[in-house]
């Protein structure tokens, strides 16, 4: 793998609050890092339907608001929030836990070459060649902790990776946001305890981009929609009560979107294009 | 001495008379039967003969021949009982030939008649030639519904006798029956939201568009397939006795009912079992019972893709032709193809509440069971999600409703006055142009936007249907 370069605090691209944590580790980096404050949006990677919406939405409104999206490449709720950033062609960085090189899960190939051809970074502990281990996680999410402004938790049990970036960003000093989700349901609980111990509840892209300004400044773009049409996408079984159409109405409108070309379909999901 | 009498043998969802030849020779006593019969018409030697003594006519003690004509189709079941006794009674001179007639029915040792899946076949065949029937009283007055059939019923071998002995000419037919509706499958007004999925039933039913079904278990998918046959215009006469001709070549007995047929294999069925099979006889499968109605494969991704593939054939031909050891048949298989299938095998991909626990590689491999060809009949692919349990019930409309704007749509169809309009064609052709759809795709869009035209009442199909149509194009 060529390209790849090795960075510690001395030189300039290191992350400065890699600085907080008490050893601060070299790392292995692929691609740019920009200025532009990190937020990390994590969960589990069994996560549901909600969750996946919710992180590639937070994810396209952390790119859009000119923030960095920072997550872990692992399938589910890390995945969605690559995505949203990509979609836009927002500024995305992945943390590893295996080789600098080594893609993994494999099917996330397409984004791992997608961060880069945008001008994002992947960044990792280990050499070219280190294989996923499963030890080698946490240590990586103290990584993604260390290197954002703040956490969004979107989907957690709790036991899990995600609540372990939490906890660590807490200790750091990073704001932690959380989505709060029903009290019977596992991949919410961890979600839950977070707010109990004083994490602030996420209600929505809009509010969490309210919430991230007062902490890393003020975004430089808003939240829009194109088409009547959220750019974070939307499921086409809550079209009809978005445009306030009949069922009818709302496939024509549709499917005219859809033949300018202005809209596209992932599954049963409306993207604007 | 000999004499012939007329029965009827069910091939490929069609009728074929049967001659029943009788010789009564010199010969010390004996009985032979031929015209390749399976076991249970063989076994009619021990019946008849039995049948014949308990209603004290003497049995001729000489050697009786009995030969089933056309000899090289193969004969089965008991409904030659009858037949070959008159032929016999017939033969040996104790009763009139029963000039012409069709007759059928299986009889008991004490010479009660019983019906047996022939009896429509029977009604059929008189229907066809004009000639009277003779057949068991319990399912008389059922066939008796065959347009232009003259239909008796007997009770028993004795009854039979007496009324060949009297002339069949003198007697009138039994009186047909009213058939009885089984109960519609639920009404449409009972699904809850899915306004979707409810949509693309509708235009599904009014252009016998094949429909595909998917989303996470608890949606409601088999609960939409089930209400699409209701909201169906009932079958017509003619094709009412063509389903239950299909229905009693496989041994049930549907009557003439008007509802249409809704068939759901198991995704365990074997492939005979869905095309058709049978051993020596050819018994027809799913796709033929589902013949001018539904057939409903649910969970489709379960079923062996091999067995899939061969839905091909009576997709494309609306028939089956099943090749068996000594005969050939073709059975009828036009059919409205409705599937439902989970977005994967845990099934709650795509869902908003509960997590997928399929690694991705599973879940591709899972829609690679369902062939490309076959995902291509499909001209209408919809999303059912789960229902939230909140769901605000609004009252939907009930099955009659929608019923009636199908038939409508239908004839509207059926006229084919719906031309495409230069600017509905031109968004069709810019869309295929720019690769947005491909060829068939384009061609799948029409239709469907033709019969969203015909629903709407339109005169022509417009810009808006086409757009409607393509948002009915989801993908699995």
């Given amino acids: 793998m060529t390209g790849q370069q090795e960075i510690g605090p001395e030189s300039g691209p290191y992350p400065s609050g890699l600085l907080d944590l008490e050893d601060p580790p070299r790392l292995w980096l692929l691609g740019g890092l920009r200025g532009a404050p990190g937020i990390a ?3 589990t990677r069994r996560c549901t339907r909600y969750g996946l919406d919710l992180a590639e939405s937070f994810g396209s409104a952390i790119a859009r608001a000119g923030w960095t999206t920072v997550s872990g490449l692992a399938r589910g709720i890390d995945t969605a929030a690559h995505r949203g950033c990509l979609r836009i062609g927002g500024h995305a960085v992945a943390v590893l836990g295996s080789g600098i090189d080594v893609c993994y899960p494999p099917e996330n190939k397409p984004i791992y070459e997608t961060i880069l051809g945008s001008g994002g970074a992947i960044l990792s502990e280990y050499a070219a060649g280190t294989p996923p281990d499963r030890w080698r996680f946490p240590a990586r999410n103290r990584i993604i902790a260390a290197i954002s402004a703040a956490i969004v938790v979107v989907e957690a049990a709790v036991t899990g990776g995600a609540l372990i970036t939490a906890r660590l960003g807490a200790e750091l000093g990073r704001p932690v946001f959380v989505v709060p989700g029903d009290v019977d349901r596992e991949m919410s609980e961890g979600c839950n305890r977070l707010i109990r111990d004083g994490a602030h509840p996420v209600l929505g892209s809009a509010d969490l981009l309210e919430e991230l300004s007062l902490v890393v400044g003020p975004p430089a773009s808003v939240f829009d929609t194109r088409h009547g049409i959220p750019a974070e996408g939307v499921s086409i079984d809550d079209l009809p009560d978005l445009w306030s159409l009949t069922i009818t109405e709302t496939l024509i409108k549709l499917g005219r979107l859809e033949m300018e070309g202005k809209v596209r379909r992932l599954g049963d999901f409306v993207v604007p294009v | 001495m000999y004499a012939a009498t007329i029965s009827v043998a069910l091939v490929g969802g069609d009728v074929r008379p049967v001659e029943v030849q009788v010789h009564v020779g010199r010969q010390n006593e004996q009985f032979k039967l031929s015209g390749l019969p399976d076991t249970a018409v063989r076994e009619a030697k021990d019946r008849v003969r039995a049948a014949v003594v308990s209603s004290g006519i003497r049995f001729p003690n000489r050697s009786v021949t009995v030969n089933l004509a056309p000899a090289h189709l193969p004969k089965s079941g008991t409904d030659f009982d009858l037949p070959i006794a008159l032929g016999v009674l017939a033969a040996s001179r104790e009763i009139p030939p029963p000039a012409g007639a069709v007759v ?13 899946p022939s009896t429509l076949g029977a009604a059929v065949l008189s229907a066809r030639t004009g000639t009277p029937c003779l057949v068991g009283r319990a399912a008389a007055g059922g066939v008796a519904a065959v347009p232009g059939s003259r239909v008796h019923g007997v009770s028993s071998l004795a009854e039979a006798v007496n009324l060949l002995r009297s002339g069949l000419e003198h007697v009138a037919g039994v009186a047909p029956e009213e058939s009885v509706e089984p109960p519609e ?27 595909l079904l998917h989303g996470p278990p608890g949606g409601g998918k088999t609960m939409l397939a089930r209400r699409l046959s209701g909201i169906l215009p009932p079958l017509t006469g003619a094709e009412a006795v063509e389903v239950a001709l299909i229905h009693a070549a496989a041994g049930y007995e549907r009557g003439l009912s008007r509802q249409r047929p809704f068939r759901s294999p198991h995704h365990t069925a074997s492939r005979a079992a869905l095309v058709g099979g049978g051993s020596g006889v050819a018994v027809p499968g799913e796709v033929s019972m589902a013949h001018h109605g539904i057939l409903f494969l649910d969970e489709m991704a379960e079923f062996p893709r091999a067995n899939l593939d061969t839905l091909r054939q009576p997709l494309e031909d609306g028939h089956v032709t099943v090749a068996r050891r000594g005969l050939t048949a073709r059975f009828p298989a036009s059919f409205h193809l409705v599937a439902a299938t989970n977005p994967c095998p845990c099934g709650f991909r795509g869902d908003r509440r509960k997590p997928c626990d399929c690694r991705p590689a599973l879940v591709a491999r899972y829609r690679q069971r369902v062939s490309g060809p076959l995902l291509d009949r499909f001209d209408l692919v919809v999303k059912v999600g789960r229902l939230e349990r909140d769901a605000n019930a609004t009252t939907s409309e009930p099955t009659l409703v929608v019923r009636r704007r199908v038939a409508l749509a239908a004839s509207r169809l059926r006229d084919g006055n719906l031309g495409l309009q230069s ?31 015909a629903l709407s009442e339109g005169e022509s199909v417009e810009e808006e249907h086409v757009a409607e149509a393509m948002a009915l194009r989801g993908e699995w």
């Fill in chain 1, 41 to 43: 949006v994590v969960g």
């Fill in chain 2, 104 to 116: 059928v029915g299986e009889l008991a040792l004490d010479g009660t008649v019983r019906s047996g």
């Fill in chain 2, 185 to 211: 499958d639920g009404d449409l007004s009972e699904v809850m939201g899915q306004p979707l999925a409810r949509r693309a039933v509708e235009v599904a039913a009014a252009g016998g568009h094949h429909l």
């Fill in chain 2, 423 to 453: 600017s509905a064609r031109e968004m069709l052709d810019v869309a295929v142009a720019n690769g947005l759809l491909t060829g068939r795709g384009g061609e799948r869009v029409g239709r469907v936007a033709r019969t969203i035209a």
